[in-house]
């Protein structure tokens, strides 16, 4: 009995140290550090332009007015205001195209850091539009500023993912939700009229850019690479070792190289596979699927409509109109606490009842939502009842859908598939951004209130497919994951490797005896069985 006893505390105090040991200084810093630069970049430069666009058009106007010796007409003037504000998006779509070969050439960490050549280039262009006099250059800074928001979108849940152990995958993936959901609040916040919301201050909200940009430039080049791109794709077992060591906080990472390369012997090839290579392949198509369906319901759900109505119903509710910008910060704080809340959580729930929750209770609320709209000038309180659904439907999105789909692209795909995912479910995010900002004024002056009917649609079928398509992913490895998928694609896990085409390598099995050398001339003493 004082044998069992004994072996059990053990048990338990191994358990207390491995969870103390997973989140180490390195991971915090990197996941803080790589978000810093780019998901928060994204969120900021979602709600940047909405506080000066007033200053903006009126610069628009007196440049025209200065070249061409008359004022510009109203509807030149909203379709040079709607390239501004749209064009962001092509600017993403390109990034998107493009991160596949940089990461495989450069690395995922690299990738982050020459990035920010991007950004800089954008927050120049834009910030010095109003002093040269052009605002093309703004233009073409928002453009600038979409690549390095594609890239960043791809890159940075792909470097999440591999250097996390899996006991935090999500929650450590979840950081790049949360960093979009402050940069919009930080957004909101600078363009108050106190701060830099003048006719005078509106290019320092664009300079501004390049703060993240330098603190990620100054940090992340001390942290490693990914551990999984170093073992599977460089072959430097060393240098993945170290990384290991440093990310996890200890000396011993033989079972987490051992996964890895158990990984590897699945695939017997870790050449990355092309973009159509991966949509002929049968043992991946349910993942692409899910990953499309998700990542185009995370962008066609309504949250942009929202803020569209947002200002209209807080004034509805008889809020005075120059409180309105104050009381809209009350939309960006709840979306920052949803998504903390959804990394806290996310390990413990799981990412099925957080995304499919999300997707229904937006359902619900966008209903309610079209008949509060419908009837408020009826009904006093109705207005108050508005208000309501829009934080709810704001804080629903931001629990599940709003980083989830990240994560999820990170977890479903091998890691020679990993980066045409990536730029799959780019493609499909960005090319639904821009739909939704090309398409939702018509929707809106067609149907009115009853626009929030065809969001209530879409959350719906997204909830319904991924209640009967997506499996927990929840604390498995990468190779469990492919398991799931591998019954509902109707193939064998052999069948698996014989999709994966054939190309330069190495074996498992030489990159085991690699591993045990480096163990062996200094590094840790526990071998692979």
């Known amino acids: 009995m004082e044998n069992k006893e004994q072996s059990n505390g053990e048990k338990k105090e191994k358990t207390a140290v491995k969870k103390k040991t997973n989140w180490s200084g390195s991971l915090i810093v990197a996941s803080l550090t790589g978000a810093f630069g780019s998901s928060f970049l994204y969120g900021y430069n979602l709600s940047v332009v909405n506080a000066p666009a007033v200053y903006i058009k009126k610069f628009y106007n007196e440049t025209w007015e200065r070249r061409y010796g008359f004022s510009v007409d109203q509807s030149t003037l909203t379709l040079l205001w709607s390239i501004t504000v749209s064009i962001f998006a092509i600017g993403g ?10 990461v495989k050439f450069f690395g995922r960490k690299c990738t982050l850091l020459l990035n920010n050549v991007f950004a800089v280039a954008a927050a120049l262009l834009m910030s010095l539009s109003l002093l040269v006099g052009s605002f093309e250059m703004l233009i073409l800074g928002r453009v600038v500023m979409g690549v390095d928001a594609g890239i960043s979108l791809s890159a940075l849940p792909m470097y999440l993912s591999e250097i996390s152990p899996k006991e935090i995958r999500g ?25 830099f919301g003048q006719e005078s201050r509106w290019p320092y909200l664009f300079g501004a850019i390049i703060v993240p940009s330098l603190v990620q430039v100054v940090i992340l080049p001390f942290l490693p690479e990914s551990p999984r791109y170093l073992l ?23 079972q987490e190289i051992e996964e890895v390369l158990a990984e590897s012997r699945v695939q017997r090839n870790t050449k990355l ?29 309504g949250l942009n409509a929202i803020w569209y109505y947002t200002n209209n119903i807080f004034s509805e509710a008889g809020i005075n109109h120059e409180t309105i910008p104050y009381v809209t910060l009350s939309t960006g704080a709840v979306e920052t606490l949803a998504a903390v809340f959804s990394g806290l959580v996310i390990e413990r729930l799981g990412r099925r009842p957080l995304l ?30 508005s208000i309501f659904c829009i934080l709810a439907i704001i804080a629903s999105f931001c629990i599940g859908p709003g980083g989830i789909p990240f994560v999820l692209t990170g977890e479903f795909f091998q890691q020679s598939q990993r980066p045409s995912a990536f730029m799959i479910a780019g493609t499909v995010n960005w090319l639904s951004n821009f739909t939704v900002g090309l398409l939702f004024p018509f929707i809106q002056s067609g149907l009115q209130t009853y626009c929030f009917l065809v969001f209530a649609a879409i959350c719906f079928t997204g909830a319904t497919y991924l209640f009967f398509v997506l499996p927990e992913t929840k604390n498995k490895t990468f190779h469990e994951i492919s398991q799931e998928f591998a019954k509902r694609n109707k193939v064998s896990l052999e069948m698996q490797e014989m999709n994966h085409y054939p190309g330069e390598r190495k074996s498992s099995a030489e990159q085991e005896s690699n591993f045990t050398s480096s163990v062996d001339n200094g590094g840790t003493k526990k071998g692979i069985v």
Not at 356 to 385: E, H, N, R
């Open 93 to 102: 779509l390109v990034g998107a195209i493009i991160v596949t070969p940089i």
């Open 171 to 195: 929650s450590l993936g979840q950081v790049t939700a949360i960093f979009i959901c402050i940069g919009v609040f930080t957004g909101q916040v600078l363009g108050l009229p106190q701060i």
């Open 273 to 301: 596979v092309s973009i159509l290579q991966l949509l002929r392949t049968r043992a991946a198509r349910w993942q692409i699927a899910t990953v499309v369906i998700t990542m185009g319901c995370y962008q066609l759900c």
């Open 356 to 385: 499919i929750g999300g997707f229904g209770l937006m359902t619900v609320f966008f209903a309610v939502l079209t008949i509060s709209l419908t009837l408020q000038k009826s009904v006093d309180w109705l207005p108050y009842l």
């Open 232 to 254: 599977l794709e460089k072959h430097n077992t060393s240098k993945a070792e170290k990384a290991f060591q440093t990310f996890l906080g200890k000396s011993d990472v033989s």
